[in-house]
């Protein structure tokens, strides 16, 4: 499937859950999982606690703009990136090819530092441009996996684009760059409304103590060309979230507690109002089925536990709790669709540090789960 623009769209993966649910590792064992089975792999964080450099252990740093961390000789790679959006903002100014001069004038705006400090915070609006940006440079993508950080906010990613494409295409922004400009390329008519306009303006800024207005548009007209490709890059990141469907799949990450369950129904909430739906709830770290149908386990749950030590009653009484909320959050979960839950890999507890060959191991637990069910 092609995107309006002829790109071909990626099959898309976004995560989303609460804080400490293993969101960010799933993330990346999926996307080191697919790479190995010769997929080219994009894997993009907009977690600003930037855990996944943590989560791919001793891979090479992680920058902003992708780092290769995997090459197969199937075909297969894996690239990463941590969204920093004020890298990114510089970065999309370069792309743009202002003149020196007009580079330094920008980055010397008073409003221009004001602006980046604030994109540094605004993951979850920018982030969609970031992605599209990802696709501009990277078209061969087979799989686009977005990390999310903790928390409802997190779903803004989804209809930002819209937001911000309203704000972006506003007559506001168009009027303020317009008697921002130069009036030399104007005719009588225009010198004269820019002329007093201006004025308008100017007595407002002095009012105020400083001319606010002015300098705003006056960053907006030397950020014009970054503005216009963040419009167009706004509109294929809308159009991939939407248009890719199916091929957006949107997981809900849970774990075996009352808030992470709290929230995973909130953020099915907030998706529903959206007209979205998960792919699956991800049930994260669940006590395996090998040991739930253990017999020797059902009867040792159910015996004389006057026959018991203390410390093997403390055992019982731990797990007997832990198999019953388990019960419980599957039963409260699957009354709205679909749940894979991951069980906890031994072998994979163990270790102080995955690796990359855990990673694959735990991503294709992941992919197997997500498929075999229906």
């Not at 979850?124 to 087979?142: F, I, K, N, V």
């Not at 419009?231 to 075996?256: N, Q």
Request: net charge neutral; proline share 5%; aromatic share 6%.
């Amino acid at each position: 499937m092609n995107s309006g623009t002829g790109t071909p769209i990626p099959r898309l993966h976004i995560f989303f859950g609460a804080g400490g649910v293993g969101k960010t590792t799933l993330s990346a064992g999926l996307a080191v999982h697919l790479a190995r089975q010769g997929r080219r792999t994009g894997l993009l964080s907009i977690d600003p606690a930037r855990r996944l450099q943590s989560a791919l252990g001793g891979t090479k740093p992680i920058d902003e703009a992708g780092t290769v961390l995997l090459k197969e000789d199937n075909g297969g790679e894996l690239r990463a990136a941590m969204l920093k959006l004020d890298n990114s903002l510089r970065r999309w100014i370069a792309e743009v090819g202002l003149s020196p001069e007009n580079e330094r004038q920008l980055f010397a705006h008073p409003f221009f530092h004001a602006v980046a400090e604030k994109i540094a915070t605004a993951t979850e609006t920018l982030a969609p441009a970031r992605m599209a940006e990802w696709l501009e440079h990277h078209p061969d993508t087979d799989d686009l996996i977005i990390d999310t950080a903790p928390g409802l906010h997190a779903v803004d990613f989804l209809d930002r684009p819209d937001r911000l494409l309203s704000f972006l295409d506003s007559k506001i922004l168009q009027w303020l760059k317009w008697f921002a400009g130069d009036a030399r390329d104007a005719n009588i008519f225009q010198k004269a409304m820019r002329s007093g306009a201006q004025g308008i303006l100017k007595a407002l800024g002095k009012a105020g103590g400083e001319n606010i207005l002015l300098g705003l548009g006056e960053l907006l007209l030397m950020l014009d060309q970054v503005l216009y490709r963040m419009l167009e890059r706004l509109h294929v990141a809308r159009d991939l979230v939407r248009a890719g469907l199916p091929r957006t799949r949107i997981y809900l990450v849970c774990a075996i507690r009352d808030d992470s369950v709290a929230v995973a129904n909130s953020l099915r909430q907030v998706l529903q109002s959206k007209d979205l739906k998960p792919a699956a709830v991800i049930l994260n770290r669940t006590i395996p089925d090998d040991f739930r149908r253990d017999p020797g386990l059902t009867g040792a749950l159910h015996q004389d536990r006057a026959d018991l030590s203390a410390d093997e009653n403390l055992y019982y009484d731990f797990v007997r709790g832990m198999l019953a909320m388990q019960n419980n959050v599957e039963q409260l979960l699957a009354g709205e669709g679909r749940v894979c839950s991951l069980p906890i890999l031994p072998h994979l507890e163990q270790r102080d540090q995955l690796r990359l060959r855990d990673l694959e191991q735990l991503g294709a637990a992941l992919e197997n789960r997500l498929n075999v069910q229906p």
